[in-house]
């Protein structure tokens, strides 16, 4: 499966994105996917994930009530909208497919995603 990270950008504290990952190549709607974000000089993080279904959704902490993950499995994508921008969000983020269909709740564990898009960078400035 390949997925395509998109929708990055440069935005000031405040504003709004949104990313999209497109995949292709695979039974996408299958999977539960995660976004993950890597900030310069630090280990690449979960941020959020969403089942298979759009049934069940999860964040980190620091991200609740700004970012909202969401799928359209008819059009194979899966978005991620970022509000409330704030510097400490700057990274480059990524998406990814978990190896096992069905999951239930999605996985933070970077080694449960099988396939990653190629990232799309986040510059908040303050």
């Known amino acids: 499966v390949q997925l395509q990270a998109s929708g990055g950008g440069l935005v000031e504290a405040g504003g709004s994105l949104r990313l999209s990952c497109a995949a292709s190549?695979?039974?996408?709607?299958?999977?539960?996917v995660g976004w993950f974000r890597q900030a310069p000089g630090k280990e690449r993080e979960f941020v959020a994930g969403?089942?298979?279904?759009?049934?069940?959704?999860n964040y980190i902490d620091s991200v609740k009530g700004r970012f909202f993950i969401s799928r359209d499995n008819a059009k194979d994508t899966v978005y991620l909208q970022v509000v409330s921008l704030k510097p400490e969000d700057t990274a480059v983020y990524y998406c990814?497919?978990?190896?096992?269909?069905?999951?239930?709740?999605?996985?933070?564990?970077?080694?449960?995603?099988?396939?990653w898009g190629q990232g799309t960078l986040v510059t908040v400035s303050s």
């Open positions: 190549g695979r039974t996408f709607s299958n999977y539960a």
């Open positions: 990814a497919a978990d190896r096992t269909p069905w999951r239930t709740v999605p996985t933070s564990a970077r080694n449960e995603y099988a396939y």
């Open positions: 969403i089942t298979w279904n759009g049934g069940f959704t």
